[in-house]
Nanobody, 122 residues
Framework: QVQLVESGGGLVQPGGSLRLSCAAS????????IHWFRQAPGKEREGVSC????????YYLDSVRGRFTMSRDNAKNTVYLQMNNLIPEDTAIYYC???????????????RGQGTQVTVSS
């Protein structure tokens, strides 16, 4: 069964850190471009980051560049999103999704997780 499962979300104070995980089963993550998207209440979903297949390239949303780092552990078939120096505007549901390419388009993804809530608040 093909599945993507996110974990690691939670409540954190501004300036804090979280590490999100996205574990895959039923397919091999390294063969896909893996996206992180997020959707805040009342806002459209946006692409946060993407790592291309075989780790050729990494892409980041401008507002998270320098604070977020995406990585992949092929042995665990898992990707991570390390989020540092979090701000309230980072509050959203974060989703991982797999696609042949890093298009930044959620509609073009082939496999999607259910999401994990990240709340940044004092």
């Amino acid at each position: 069964q093909v599945q993507l499962v996110e974990s690691g979300g939670g409540l954190v104070q501004p300036g804090g850190s979280l590490r999100l995980s996205c574990a895959a089963s039923g397919f091999t993550l390294k063969n896909y471009g893996i996206h992180w998207f997020r959707q805040a209440p009342g806002k459209e979903r946006e692409g946060v980051s993407c790592i291309t297949s075989f780790d050729t390239n990494l892409y980041y949303l401008d507002s998270v560049r320098g604070r977020f780092t995406m990585s992949r552990d092929n042995a665990k078939n898992t990707v991570y999103l390390q989020m540092n120096n979090l701000i309230p505007e980072d509050t959203a549901i974060y989703y991982c999704a797999a696609a042949p390419l890093c298009s930044g388009n959620f509609a073009n993804t082939q496999y999607r997780g259910q999401g994990t809530q990240v709340t940044v608040s004092s």
